[in-house]
């Protein structure tokens, strides 16, 4: 369980209050923990799908106030904002891989998974802020929490998906298309993990490993992207 003392340390970190401190252990205790508390009724997941809906309405608006931008240019810009990637890192700011509950086995997950999980906590916290103080109140910390991304995510042109940034950057400066290739293979059919690798000309620019070519493809556009840059 979360003590006082850590709930009040988290609390004051991100300068949040609760009426009801229940609700934010709640969005603090993952699934898997109730597999070694059998005495702990609920998980976040509820809040979680409550978090999901309230996050989405509060962006949407935010954007739609904020920027004269058509709409494709909105939805883009807020599926950069409350993607996994995004949500889980504002999730490590709050410092809540310190204090969420989960599983010993779970608490060993790393990559995608440890992702999800902050992520999904995240959207939780949001969840049980809005029960806790309504819309008002939850709109301020997500404004200050997650919004406040938007502006590096413009500059950086990171609402546009890897390949296609990589290759707008190549194209523009090389007049050429870059491509793709598996490099390797690797596991059985149904658990597979791909090396690709990204060529502009003759030059591997970047690689990347993923379940599905598409997967790897983007982590090796990721990559050649920073290497462009710093070139540049």
């Known amino acids: 369980m979360i003590d006082s003392e850590n709930l009040k340390q988290f609390l004051e970190k991100n300068e949040i209050k609760y009426h009801n401190e229940q609700l934010l252990i709640t969005a603090l205790t993952h699934r898997s923990y109730l597999n070694e508390h059998h005495d702990i009724k609920e998980h976040n997941e509820r809040l979680e799908f409550l978090g999901d809906a309230v996050l989405e309405l509060v962006v949407t608006e ?3 106030k904020n920027y004269p931008n058509p ?9 950069a904002l409350v993607k996994t990637e995004t949500i889980s890192e ?27 999980i902050l ?32 502006d590096k995510i413009l500059s950086e042109k990171s609402y546009i998906d890897p390949k296609s940034l990589f290759q707008e950057l190549v ?9 793709y290739e598996v490099l390797q293979e690797d596991g059985p059919d149904h ?17 990347g490993k993923g ?22």
């Open 171 to 179: 194209q523009d400066q090389e007049g050429i298309t870059p491509c």
């Open 62 to 64: 935010y954007l739609y």
């Open 119 to 150: 992520a999904n906590a995240f959207e939780a916290i949001v969840g049980s802020l809005y029960l806790d103080q309504g819309l008002e109140e939850v709109q301020a910390f997500i404004q200050k929490k997650l919004i406040v991304k938007l």
């Open 90 to 116: 504002v999730a490590k700011d709050l410092g809540v891989e310190q204090y969420i509950l989960m599983s010993r086995g779970e608490a060993k997950s790393l990559g995608r998974s440890r992702q999800l």
């Open 191 to 207: 658990d597979k993990t791909f090396t690709v690798g990204v060529f502009v000309g003759e030059i591997v620019w970047g690689e």
């Open 211 to 232: 379940p599905s070519k598409q997967a790897a493809q983007a982590s090796a556009a990721i990559k050649a992207i920073e290497k462009y840059k710093k070139k540049r």
């Open 71 to 79: 709409e494709g240019d909105l939805t883009n810009w807020r599926s």
